[in-house]
């Protein structure tokens, strides 16, 4: 019976981080050293209209952002860290 129980924890955990690791879009295929700061990359989510930023983060090959738009929404945006460009952004949730 435990075994059961152990193949069930280890299968949703699996499932779990499989889901979490899609989550992140691809954003680039370029080495770190071609990266923007994460300096210079705060002053392009700004330019952009986002702002309020609370998290500023590394996920897969993005930088990704929580902060707010210009309406004052909650943003999750992920950023490609050579281009500055937008590669995914969810408003509002």
Do not use: H
Request: aromatic share 10%.
């Amino acid at each position: 019976m435990m075994r059961g129980y152990a193949y069930l924890i280890d299968a949703g955990a699996t499932l779990a981080l499989s889901t979490l690791a899609q989550a992140a879009p691809k954003c680039t295929a370029e080495s770190k050293n071609k990266w923007i700061s994460e300096q210079a990359m705060k002053a392009k989510a700004m330019e952009l209209g986002y702002e309020g930023i609370k998290t500023f983060k590394v996920s897969g090959d993005c930088y990704e952002i929580y902060g707010y738009n210009k309406d004052g929404q909650k943003a999750e945006v992920y950023l490609n860290p050579v281009t500055g460009e937008v590669v995914k952004a969810n408003i509002g949730g």
